[in-house]
């Protein structure tokens, strides 16, 4: 056990009941709250704060300071407890816990200058902790540690064990998973209970350092984490067999406490605490300042280190001008990673990791970890991540990035093999779906480039646009439309084919805007003329110039997409058109499930072809 002065020992167990005591008063006071899954980890919370890590309490986020994410976001009182008692707000403050006017909420949020990343959705906290520990081992190279507590009932989320898969892989030896075996969930007891030798067995095989303590002993955590901070090589995890409601007579260890406050019990709790506690005054022990050695963050603009180069009507790929624009980028800013799953010959983004090995990080085939690895990187503006695979893979990572949202993180998506236009590899691996996944997120952006120029454009944009950005490329080589000089905005659709005298406003995007020019070439020989617009990107949308331009045929539109018909190019345009009397929209879009075969014979037999417009343009007019 680690050597403690029994001053100090004391202090520490005076700081945990304090904890409880807190946590208590707070879910009381909002009538609300887990105030037993606080009181489990409540010694782990005040070694970890007032023996272990080293930070800034009035900088939370300074960059060289430790680490904390609470996976079990629920405990979020004990969270805001500590902070408090270290000295950054006011302990009076807890009792405003949930209130309306106060950012002390339900579950944590970065609204919290001192929170990172959002939790309570259970089983995240741990990936988004490897992100940071990935950042600083091998980008910031920074002596920061990084520490996560886990719930035993979250545990059963797959994505634990990808992410203990992907720091054992990486040998995080800065990462400390503390697992708070409290033995209960919210309905009935846990799987493995008080198994800790089961965690130890499969810590173990998952290439951790892993030791098993009382965590209710202050002692032996303090000499558990010392421990961890000495060994190279292996990330650690810390199983901590614990009590839920420990140090409450009466409610420690019984079911149907989780999620409730203590009531009218809470008087005589807070009573026997207090009589354990012998300073009650302001803590004798403050929290180690870090090793400041972290870099300055540059916020300045990142560009393309050279322009887009390509010939009008040549053909490429737009997911292979996706590869070249983050590779660029990279030469631009050491700001810049690259994330991929397992599908990096086929995302092209093994062009970045050619150009910037020690900048790439291969997360295989784990999609969900990939997204919190890329969201706990981008954590106090340290990297900018390019996350990319094919773009139906990320539905499945779909609540990490809707926390992502909560989070306010910055990452950049990129997703390949959009839609029925991949051919012959069938419907598991079409997106269909995911611009209505993306548009979803309240902090998104959402690009959908059509040639290689704008695909280059958009990821520069999206590098320098915050919050989580979409950019959705095609598997097929498209003709470039664009000369290397044009300038594209966010929010800002192109106009590609015009006349004087168009009748219809046609708008596609990928494969489809060029399956519209294709129908507007053979139109004009039998005397229709129709405009074609490139939106660029569907989040923003451009209200203004669809309005315009279907004003000026005739209020009559057509959309063309590679997408299910529900959320994606079709009702972003009808929305944006939807309280304007004189206009009308016509949607294609793939209305059935797929199937393999030939790209140009499934846009053909699912209504998205040039032939599907071309007819489309002809009812529209007849109507």
Not at 3 to 11: A, G, I, K, R, W
Not at 235 to 254: F, S
Not at 465 to 471: K, L, N, Q, S
Not at 608 to 619: F, H, L, Q, R, T
Request: charged fraction near 20%; charge should be neutral.
């Amino acid at each position: 056990m680690a050597s403690l002065d029994n001053v100090t020992l004391q202090e520490l167990k005076d700081i945990a009941n304090k904890l409880r005591i807190y946590s208590i008063k707070a879910t009381n006071a909002s009538k609300s709250g887990h105030p037993t899954s606080c009181c489990s980890m409540a010694e782990i919370m005040s070694v970890l704060f007032f023996h272990t890590m080293r930070y800034k309490v009035k900088e939370p986020r300074d960059p060289s300071s430790d680490r904390f994410v609470l996976s079990k976001g629920h405990a979020a009182p004990i969270l805001y407890a500590a902070w408090a008692e270290a000295g950054l707000f006011p302990i009076e403050d807890l009792l405003n816990l949930r209130k309306i006017d106060c950012d002390l909420e339900g579950h944590p949020t970065p609204r919290l200058s001192f929170v990172d990343v959002a939790t309570g959705s259970l089983g995240q906290g741990l990936s988004c902790a490897a992100g940071m520990a990935y950042t600083g081992k091998h980008f910031d190279k920074s002596n920061y540690r990084v520490y996560c507590v886990i719930g035993d009932g979250e545990s059963a989320e797959g994505s634990i064990w990808e992410a203990l898969a992907f720091a054992g892989h990486y040998k995080l030896d800065n990462l400390v998973a503390i697992f708070d075996i409290n033995r209960l969930g919210q309905s009935e007891p846990t799987a493995l209970q008080h198994q800790t030798d089961v965690y130890k067995a499969r810590l173990e095989a998952f290439n951790f350092n892993t030791i098993v303590v009382d965590g209710h002993n202050i002692s032996a955590l303090c000499s558990a984490f010392d421990a961890a901070a000495k060994v190279k090589g292996k990330p650690t995890a810390v199983i901590a067999k614990t009590y839920k409601g420990h140090g409450l007579p009466g409610i420690e260890d019984q079911e149907n406490w989780h999620g409730k406050p203590i009531g009218d019990k809470a008087d005589g709790q807070i009573n026997g605490l207090l009589k354990l506690i012998t300073n009650n005054g302001r803590p004798k022990i403050c929290p180690k300042p870090p090793t400041d050695d972290a870099s300055v963050t540059d916020n300045s603009i990142i560009t393309l280190s050279n322009p887009p180069s390509y010939t009008i009507g040549e053909k490429v790929a737009t997911r292979l001008a996706y590869g070249t624009a983050v590779a660029k980028l990279g030469n631009s800013s050491s700001k810049v990673i690259a994330l991929d799953g397992d599908t990096k010959n086929s995302t092209f983004s093994d062009k970045f990791k050619k150009a910037h090995p020690e900048r790439f990080i291969e997360c295989y085939i784990a999609e969900q970890n990939m997204v919190g690895i890329g969201i706990g990187c981008s954590t106090r503006n340290r990297t900018i991540p390019f996350i990319s695979t094919f773009a139906a893979f990320f539905t499945r990572a779909f609540d990490q990035l809707r926390m992502g949202s909560i989070s306010q993180a910055n990452i950049k998506c990129a997703g390949s093999h959009a839609g029925i236009s991949i051919g012959e590899d069938g419907p598991s691996q079409m997106a269909l779906e995911d611009l209505a996944m993306f548009r979803s997120l309240p902090t998104s952006t959402v690009f959908y480039p059509s040639d290689a120029v704008s695909t280059e454009r958009a990821c520069e944009l999206a590098a320098n646009t915050r919050g989580i950005c979409f950019i959705r490329t095609s598997r097929p080589a498209t003709a470039v439309l664009y000369n290397n000089d044009e300038n594209f905005q966010v929010g800002e659709a192109k106009i590609v084919r015009k006349s004087n005298n168009d009748q219809v406003l046609v708008i596609g995007a990928g494969v489809t805007l060029h399956e519209a020019l294709k129908a507007a070439d053979e139109l004009s020989q039998e005397g229709i003329n129709i405009r074609v617009m490139d939106p660029f990107t569907l989040k923003p949308i451009d209200e203004a110039a669809i309005i315009k331009n279907a004003t000026e045929v005739g209020g009559r539109i057509i959309t063309v997409e590679d997408h299910y018909p529900e959320g994606g190019l079709g009702e972003a345009v009808a929305s944006a058109v939807s309280m304007q009397r004189n206009i009308i929209v016509k949607r294609l879009a793939v209305t059935e499930l797929p199937r393999s075969g030939p790209s140009n014979v499934l846009l053909d037999m699912f209504g998205i072809s040039s032939n599907s417009i071309k007819k489309g343009v002809k009812e529209i007019l007849n109507q």
